[in-house]
């Protein structure tokens, strides 16, 4: 059984930095792209940013600039660096990875993580 478990977040001010990270565990045998999505109240998730397996990167434009995102392969686990907060970066932030286990392959979610920033 594949898991994604979250850490990081919390309430920061306008302007802080905060960050999360996310390690996958179980019987991961390949871990693909990974990624961090949010969601906030009334809005749909959305990508902030992703990773692939190479180190390659892909960022949201209301992001880019402010926030990065890392890996460390060998220790399955996704950062995500975020400067500069705004109050639109409010949300619950969710890693997500695509991973190969024996015999199958999914994306899988983590628990989400509540950041607030507040004005």
């Known amino acids: 059984q594949v898991e994604l478990v979250e850490s990081g977040g919390g309430v920061v001010r306008t302007g802080d930095s905060l960050s999360l990270s996310c390690v996958a565990s179980?019987?991961?045998?390949?871990?693909?792209?990974m990624g961090w999505f949010r969601q906030a109240p009334g809005m749909q998730r959305e990508l902030v940013a992703a990773?692939?397996?190479?180190?390659?990167?892909n960022y949201a434009d209301s992001v880019k600039g402010r926030f990065t995102i890392s890996r460390d392969n060998a220790k399955n686990t996704v950062y995500l660096q975020m400067n500069s907060l705004k109050h639109g970066d409010t949300a619950v932030y969710y890693c997500?990875?695509?991973?190969?286990?024996?015999?199958?392959?999914?994306?899988?979610w983590g628990q989400g993580s509540q950041v607030t920033v507040s004005s």
């Open positions: 997500n990875a695509d991973i190969r286990t024996i015999g199958t392959r999914a994306w899988y």
């Open positions: 179980g019987r991961t045998y390949q871990i693909y792209t």
């Open positions: 990773i692939s397996s190479g180190g390659g990167t």
